[in-house]
């Protein structure tokens, strides 16, 4: 069991309320993950230690980034959770993404994104994620607040792998790094050939990361791509 | 939806944190519920309006209770939530109690009982429930704190209720009140007869408590019961 939720790694990205971030860490533990990384904040301040009862070796261990490129480069599938439609971003439903973040093989490394408690995740920052989904609600206002979206993803995820069958793997994409390099390349044979333009640059770059982002690379896949972006495709 | 569920009413027993009374209120209106009570408490304090955020009608139209007996006696199935393993009282594991939660009628009034933050439920708190649940969670210690525990049951009853086929209730059992009062006389037949006695008191007390408090009893499992225990059975 704890080598299937080592695969996790949950990514706040701009926390605000140290509180949130202690509470984060009891979360985990009580479900049994472990690996947090924090972007854009820059060490555990008191009060995330007070809120985080017996779960402040979580805390201890947790990494510090600048930017969310950097916090998610080494990973290998990431998920991020928001509550709002996007235009440029499909959404999965709940049950289908936890579905698919039990699937993964136990040596993964699968990141789960969630984002500031007042912005969410901004459509910026859903570029760095493969899949969006949303967390299921009665009400529109208020989102589930921070630690409390984290809760349940962690423990629909946990109570899942207990009911998992064995031998069920999806196939070890390219790690973050390497997935988005490649829709860089991508990306840039749109611009030379015109398809992407100055009027329509930022929502189709969004379409085309949201899309190339959910095949969850694989190397294979990249050199398809990357013959068909360089070689081909008239558009 | 809403009618199903406007059926619930959760219930804080002694909770001491205003904080958590707010974030419970604030995942109880993420989840669409609505009806909430409070026990050993005299008023919501603005530490409590603050965490709610936009839920703050639900404490606006809270209940207070000096007893947990008060805040029951209307009620006519009470689920409660325990971390502990009890020596006397049975404890569902979480998906049961769920699906059992969900298969009563609408029109049903079903309480969830959630303790204090520190101690939890007493063996005195739990007679005033007909089952009890724990939540799963992968370490001992520590346990969910009290909001994690409400969100957890709530979002999976929120989630359930939307799967749910219809046209299957559960039988509707008498009031709380009434199903206490006829264990209380049970327990008095038993006193007369010498099956409880001195030394045996409170853990044969709280068995009976268990056993006939998950019966969940009707009117007509009352009359059987008392027809029982008063004409005869030979302890």
Sequence with gaps: MNAMKSRFTVVLVRPEHPANIGFVARNMKNTGFGQLKLVGVSGIEEESYRTAVHARDILGSARFYDRLTDATADLEVV??????????????????????????SDSMRVGLLFGNERTGLTSEELKYSNYRFGIPQATEQPSYNLAAAVLITLFCIYTRLQHLPDGFELERPLTQDEQRDTIRIILSKLEEKGFIHKTNKKHTTEMICDLFGRLCMTKKDRRLLLALFSKGIDL
């Design 79 to 104: 998920f991020a959770a928001t509550s709002k439609k996007r235009k440029s971003y499909s959404r999965l439903p709940f049950e289908d993404a936890v579905e698919k973040m039990v699937h993964f």
